[in-house]
């Protein structure tokens, strides 16, 4: 009796339901790109308005120039594609007006004047130095915006290494003296896009590669306009910005994983959750990544192995974008587009490049050249064999498609240089002979002045690990800024930061010393810093300082010749016009001699050699005895 009873009320709870007319509704939330820009090569924009039920709304415009291409209708309800053509329109803001039915409703949308014209001067070269930072760990400028309201996670904690610390833009910008004064010439940091998931053990948000907004600068960075103000002051002390990008996945709290634009908009997979049935802490079936890169070139790969590295999530917090959804890759194409003209950037540091679909990876590729013939775009292509990574730079004669990459990391020269910090060099596999063994590869890339190399990033140890020797350190940057590559430093490198991923990865971002609220021990200053920090900083300023100067084209077009180690030496020698750099370090722990006759063809008849960090002069013409761990970057 009582269960006919619940039945009887749930049907009229049901009848009921039914009864009430729905109130028709029409309404845009937001649409993406926030604004376009006219002038552009490829006239066509794609505009994603979200509201809920926008998708069955007509949309028209009457402003002069733009002419509605097409709509497309995603599988949710609450998504609406609009392609418009403004081959032949005006900067101004036009108006867009969407019906269904009886309803109305009227947006306004701006459409710019094109700023960054394509002969702008951008990009970035084998002239130049990245300094890698993380805008949370390198200098707080702004505490009022360490936590804000509204965010997920309102923590804010330097006492917890995987917690947010308040770095920000500001500090950033507060500091450009500083880098400018140390010599590099171009600011990577790690992404600055909205990351409003909440904290947790395993999600930190920090490092800012789980996007939940691609329009909007997260706000405890600090503002879109901020950040466009530390562009420009950047370019007026003669510092490019790298800005890193991430397309192969967004954030689980980003708006689309709750309500997905169409059922292809992610890779999902039910055939991977049969096979593995994997899920994550949040019960949403997904399945990990293999963080294995081998299948993407490999010509005996299953298709399982290809399917799982591409398609896989990166982890649970990172929903895998799908790229062969062509609204996905013109969406993340155009948003790449806006952040060039809206703040100026120079250039672009692609996130795991392998693990997004190449193809789709190559047309973002081509359309960036076209607009932007000066831009240069570095992927992360994370396998320590040159082989792999020579094919993915553009024109590669190796790769079976051609990626448009023009520049790629140089993951082998890290590993090679990661060894022989330990090893002794003496036979010819260990210790700088595997740098050699590395530089040999050079004939795969295309390019080679154009891969980029560096020591340790925020991936991986501090090169130091938990030591502080600065004999090996400066082998490695000897190395790193004198061969043909475009290098990228680490923040803190210059005042030996070190640490280790063993316990966390935050070991390996520690806090820049001085850049916060209350640190005692300031490292932006020389009389903050202590003895061994100022030698180290001010090696490394002088080389680089070198590296700027006019007459160093010998760096960045000098041919390049490596000798076989010999009794444990290592030699790398650059000439252009006249002009000759000899990079000798000796990779043993005991004194070390170096014959000169079997330098004589790069010699020549020079009699003397300034080594560059110190202003020592080194005799050439007798044979030259190196201290344990020696570096000479000699002049002649
Ligand atoms: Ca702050
Ligand atoms: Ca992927």
């Known amino acids: 009796m009582k269960k006919i009873l619940l039945l009887a009320i749930a049907a009229f709870t049901a009848i009921g339901a039914w009864a009430v007319p729905k109130m028709p509704n029409l309404k845009v939330d937001r649409i993406e790109p926030t604004n376009w820009f006219v002038g552009m090569?490829?006239?066509?924009?794609?505009?994603?308005?979200?509201?809920?039920?926008?998708?069955?709304?007509?949309?028209?415009?009457t402003y002069a120039g733009v002419k509605i291409d097409s709509l497309v209708r995603l599988d949710s309800p609450n998504y609406l594609l609009v392609y418009l053509n403004t081959a032949s329109a005006q900067p101004g803001v036009m108006n867009l007006t969407f019906k269904k039915g009886k309803l109305s409703y009227?947006?306004?949308?701006?459409?710019?004047?094109?700023?960054?014209?394509?002969?702008?001067?951008?990009?970035?070269?084998?002239?130049?130095?990245?300094?890698?930072?993380?805008?949370?760990?390198?200098?707080?400028?702004?505490?009022?915006?360490?936590?804000?309201?509204?965010?997920?996670s309102q923590v804010c904690d330097r006492n917890k290494p995987s917690y947010r610390h308040g770095g920000d833009l500001e500090g950033i910008r507060q500091h450009l003296d500083y880098?400018?004064?140390?010599?590099?010439?171009?600011?990577?940091?790690?992404?600055?896009?909205?990351?409003?998931?909440?904290?947790?053990?395993?999600?930190?948000?920090?490092h800012g590669y789980a996007t939940t907004n691609y329009y909007?600068?997260?706000?405890?960075?600090?503002?879109?306009?901020?950040?466009?103000?530390?562009?420009?002051?950047?370019?007026?002390?003669?510092?490019?910005?790298?800005?890193?990008?991430?397309f192969n996945h967004c954030g689980f709290e980003h708006p689309w994983v709750a309500d997905m634009p169409s059922n292809d908009w992610f890779n999902t997979h039910e055939w991977l959750?049969?096979?593995?049935?994997?899920?994550?802490?949040?019960?949403?079936?997904?399945?990990?990544?293999?963080?294995?890169?081998?299948?993407?070139?490999?010509?005996?790969?299953?298709?399982?192995?290809?399917?799982?590295?591409?398609?896989?999530?990166?982890?649970?917090?990172?929903?895998?974008?799908?790229?062969?959804?062509?609204?996905?890759?013109?969406?993340l194409i155009q948003n790449s587009i806006w952040w060039i003209e809206t703040v100026g950037i120079d250039g672009i540091r692609m996130d795991t490049y392998p693990y997004a679909f190449a193809g789709p990876m190559a047309r973002w590729m081509k359309r960036i050249d076209e607009e932007y013939p000066n831009f240069n775009v570095v992927g992360e292509t994370w396998f320590e064999q040159p082989p792999y990574t020579a094919a993915w730079q553009r024109d590669s004669k190796i790769a079976k498609e051609n990626s448009y990459l023009k520049t790629v990391m140089d993951f082998s020269f890290y590993a090679c240089i990661d060894s022989a910090r330990v090893e002794k060099t003496d036979d010819q596999w260990r210790g700088f002979n595997r740098v050699y063994n590395s530089l040999?590869?050079?004939?795969?890339?295309?390019?080679?002045?154009?891969v980029m190399a560096f020591i340790e990033n925020h991936d991986t140890d501090r090169y130091l690990k938990d030591g502080k020797d600065d004999l090996t350190l400066k082998q490695a940057l000897a190395l790193l800024l004198t061969i043909n590559r475009i290098p990228q430093l680490y923040y803190g490198t210059e005042v030996l930061m070190n640490g280790t991923k063993r316990v966390t990865d935050g070991n390996v971002r520690k806090?820049?010393?001085?850049?916060?609220?209350?640190?005692?021990?300031?490292?932006?200053?020389?009389?903050?810093?202590?003895?061994?920090?100022?030698?180290?900083?001010?090696?490394l300023r002088t080389l680089l300082h070198w590296r700027k100067e006019p007459g160093s084209d010998v760096i960045t077009k000098g041919k390049q010749t490596q000798f076989l180690p010999h009794n444990g030496i290592y030699v790398v020698a650059r000439q252009y016009g006249g002009k000759t750099v000899m990079t000798i370090v000796n990779g043993t722990n005991e004194t070390?001699?170096?014959?000169?006759?079997?330098?004589?063809?790069?010699?020549?008849?020079?009699?003397?050699?300034?080594?560059?960090?110190?202003?020592?002069?080194v005799s050439l013409v007798s044979d030259i005895t190196l201290t344990p761990r020696q570096t000479l970057i000699l002049e002649f």
């Open 511 to 539: 806090d820049f010393p001085g850049g916060f609220p209350g640190d005692t021990h300031n490292a932006f200053t020389s009389q903050g810093r202590t003895k061994e920090e100022n030698d180290m900083f001010n090696w």
């Open 106 to 152: 009227d947006v306004k949308y701006e459409l710019k004047a094109r700023e960054m014209s394509g002969d702008r001067r951008m990009g970035f070269t084998n002239a130049d130095v990245l300094y890698m930072l993380m805008p949370d760990r390198f200098a707080n400028g702004n505490p009022a915006n360490d936590k804000v309201t509204g965010m997920r």
């Open 41 to 61: 090569k490829d006239p066509t924009v794609q505009l994603m308005v979200y509201g809920p039920e926008i998708r069955d709304a007509e949309a028209t415009t």
């Open 592 to 617: 070390a001699t170096m014959p000169v006759k079997r330098y004589a063809e790069i010699i020549g008849n020079a009699m003397v050699g300034r080594d560059i960090p110190t202003s020592n002069h």
């Open 273 to 331: 959750k049969e096979s593995k049935g994997t899920s994550d802490t949040r019960g949403t079936s997904f399945l990990r990544t293999s963080y294995k890169l081998a299948p993407v070139l490999d010509p005996y790969a299953s298709e399982f192995d290809k399917k799982e590295t591409v398609e896989g999530w990166f982890v649970s917090t990172m929903p895998d974008l799908n790229q062969n959804n062509p609204h996905v890759m013109n969406y």
């Open 440 to 450: 040999v590869f050079d004939y795969l890339y295309p390019n080679p002045s154009s």
């Open 216 to 246: 909007r600068v997260d706000p405890r960075f600090g503002t879109n306009d901020d950040y466009r103000r530390l562009v420009d002051e950047a370019h007026g002390k003669g510092l490019k910005v790298v800005m890193d990008m991430i």
């Open 179 to 206: 880098l400018n004064d140390l010599g590099v010439t171009a600011l990577w940091f790690t992404p600055v896009l909205e990351n409003d998931s909440p904290e947790s053990p395993w999600n930190d948000t920090y």
